[in-house]
């Protein structure tokens, strides 16, 4: 690594303060009836204003929870049912994750099941999804600009992706507006979940030239801006303007370093314990974090010392901490203090059991991220990770 460069994204990303008051524009340009997908909350009224100012007509699709193959089929059916033309998801990861599946169900015809990796047939999507808008409102996934939805199999105890090109939103719409208010807790597990979505494809056996720059970036202001943030949301004041624009712009550049880096470990547990205990996405990926970097470090040094990713956590250390000379460890120190300062509880809180962690290795083992992982870890490594992020 880096080899050549790839990089596949959104047609459009509108970004910025007020950036959502666009949103009329951009709809009215791509269909006539929005299935406009959220989450529980009741912060889509003025988006279902900017739309109908448009002369775009809406329904909603509440989403409970991160999506499940039974959430896509009820949204796909609802579009259909509605004769929708354009999917628009505004929310968290979830609410972008059921819209992005969706739009591509109701193009494509069929099952989730015909489609999905790992717990279905693995079928190509052969036609463009639905045009879809996504307007994340939290700064954590980076979906708005991936091209896979991920859905959990409650029947199979896993999450597993749908993935396509096809699937790219034609637009993103990044409003840090839409951050003000996000409760402290929220706030620590998308931080830590985006940060670490720009630190896994900066050390992916697939990282290139077009994503190292994204990924540098991301680390640096994602380092400066969460834990400012995080004190202020704690504090009950208001999130600084710029901090808040720095998070979501951290979160778009990991969506775009995941989408064509790929991920490692810490994703590559989280989609077993998503499916396995229905734990959010976010806060699993920050409570695995540290102890990843830990184990995975302790074994480049040993395997793999005079390798390229070895060069990539000294320089990882010296992002995070901000001091040109920190060592390796330095760096694992300060993403544990990190959650340390967040809060940020472990994975016993979500259900996970000594007992269960050989199933969790297992499954973990045939996860999509962990094959971005910068080195191939032992069954023993494996446990060591989980049980330190117990
Ligand atoms: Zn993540």
Partial sequence: MPSGAALEAPARIEGGPGALDRLGGIANGLGTHALLVTGHSNRHARVGELLAAAGVRWTRFAVDGEPTIDTARAGTAAALAAGCDLVIGFGGGSALDAAKAIAALVANGGDPLDYLEVVGRGHALTRPSLP???????????????????????????????RSPLM????????????AGLPPA????????????????????????????????GIRRSA????????????????????????????????????????????????PLGGMFSAPHGAVCAALLPDVLRVNARAIAARAPDGPAHARLRELAAMLTGRDAASIDDGIEWTAALCRALEVPGLARYGLTVDRIPELITK???????????????????????RASL
Avoid: Y
């Fill in 364 to 386: 973990a083992r045939a996860a999509s991220s962990m094959k971005g992982n910068p080195i191939a870890l032992s069954d023993d490594e494996l446990t060591e990770i989980a």
């Fill in 168 to 179: 790219l939103a034609r637009a993103a719409i990044i409003d840090p507006d839409l951050l």
């Fill in 132 to 162: 879809f808008v996504a307007i994340p409102t939290t700064a954590g996934t980076g979906s708005e600009v991936t091209k896979n939805a991920v859905l959990a199999s409650p029947e199979h105890g896993v999450k597993a992706s749908l």
């Fill in 186 to 217: 929220v706030l620590a597990s998308s931080g830590v979940d985006a940060l670490s979505q720009v630190i896994e494809p900066f050390l992916s056996i697939r990282a290139n030239a077009a994503t190292d720059p994204l990924a540098r970036e």
């Fill in 224 to 271: 400066a801006a969460l834990p400012r943030a995080h004190a202020a949301a704690r504090a009950g004041k208001p999130i600084d303007t710029e901090d808040r624009q720095a998070l979501a712009q951290a979160s778009l550049l990991g969506g775009l370093c995941l989408a064509n880096a790929g991920l490692g470990a810490v994703h590559g547990f989280a989609a």
